[in-house]
């Protein structure tokens, strides 16, 4: 049965096509059918005054545990969570069990998304067979399972000719290789960055250098490739101008900053406290200073989450020991429109950075309001105000370093395909 959409009195910002103007968005049979005016009647309207109609939004970086992990996340609690954050599409990462090292998991993980129904799910393959960073995994069997990059994530590919190979082999069918970028030779053992912080808590740290090294290789080794290469979650300022520089020179090279790394820094550890511990860590307000500028200038043209759910005995249990990561899904927004607020982006551009940008980067057919693209559609108040609380996140994972935190900004309604699946606080399932 044929159904119409009308999004009606919003502000539409659509940085793909370059619209930004207050105007309705019809939706009919899943497919945007006009930005303005359109005869017809609706069969559902929804009022967006004083509202931001976009794009849904796209998260490239997520950790959803299925198959293998599942009492700390699953793919339909990820997706409920994505839905409660206006995500319509989200990417997910390898480091399951079994890790997405063969294209059978890839296809499982794309009909238990769909089965779900809730928000689109792109798995990401990995590079190396069971992440071990020794053996390269039939990466192009991956790409047609319906994988749309390739990564380790959470481990760095180690192996410089084995970073080489995988380089230049995605390369011949244009496909982007992931760093996790750590040399682990000077990390491990530490669970936060090191400095006087690390030091007055008495802990190891985690330097700076170990991040930077990486990116310096791996920058070297995409030249020589002529690859697509991203820098994941980078923290660093060092990192930051490494990319920059690359971009300058003509290389494919492209990066992601997680929220937490471009709104909080290493002070949020004081107290031990387990729920800021990540990997690559919070640093100095330096270096999140260099990550913001490295947003406003261009240098990072995607934000997205790292969510890395964990169960409450995995972080409960000191800080050395506990596990690295936290939850996004439900947060990037509120912390991102702070960007906004502060003049470093524009509306235009903070919604870009999550919608078009990661489409582009990985070739979703997503990330636009375009007439005839699917209607995946994220509508937001930007003033609201709320106050994040564990135990309200959708999430199984409630390991957040903004509880108690209040934030302004807030989903409204996410719909995927025309499907409303979120609405002020309701899942439809």
Known sequence: M????????????????????????????GKVVAVGKHSGTPDETIDAAGHIVCPGLIDMHVHLREPGQEWKEDIESGSRAAAA???????????????????????????????????????IGAVT???????????????????????????????????RKALEYSASFGYLVIQHAEEKDLTDGGCMNEGWISTQLGVQGMPVEGEDSMIARDIMLTRRAGAYYHVAHISSKRGVQMVRDAKAEGLKVSAEAAPHHFALTEDEMLGFNVDA???????????????VEGLRDGT???????????????????????AFGIVGLETMLPVSLDLVRSGVLSMSDMV??????????????????????????????????WTVDREALVSK?????????????????????????????????
């Open 300 to 322: 990072i043209e995607v934000i997205a989450t790292d969510h890395a759910p964990h169960h409450e005995d995995d972080k409960r249990c000191g800080l050395s020991c506990a």
């Open 129 to 163: 067979k069971n992440l071990a960073g020794k053996e390269l995994t039939e990466m192009r069997e991956l790409a047609r399972s319906g994988c749309v990059a390739f990564s380790d994530d959470g481990l760095p590919i180690w192996h410089a000719g084995v970073m």
């Open 277 to 291: 511990k990540m990997s690559p860590p919070l640093r100095t307000e330096e270096d999140r200073q260099a990550v």
């Open 2 to 29: 044929s159904s119409t959409l009308l999004i009606k009195n919003g502000q539409i910002i659509d940085p793909a096509n370059g619209i930004d103007k207050k105007a309705d968005l019809w939706i009919k049979d």
């Open 352 to 385: 870009a950075k999550m919608t078009g940008n990661p489409a582009k980067l990985l070739g979703l057919d997503s990330g636009t309001l375009t007439i005839g693209a699917d209607a995946d559609v994220t509508i937001f108040d930007p003033e609201a105000t």
């Open 397 to 429: 994972g409630k390991n957040t370093p903004w509880h108690g935190k209040q934030m302004t900004g807030r989903v409204t309604h996410t719909i995927k395909a025309g499907r409303i699946v979120f609405d002020n606080g309701t899942i439809h399932d």
């Open 85 to 123: 954050g206006g995500v319509t599409s989200m990417c997910c990462m390898p480091n399951t069990s079994p890790h997405i090292d063969h294209a059978g998991i890839a296809r499982q993980i794309i009909a238990r998304a769909r089965q779900v129904g809730l928000c689109n799910v792109h798995p």
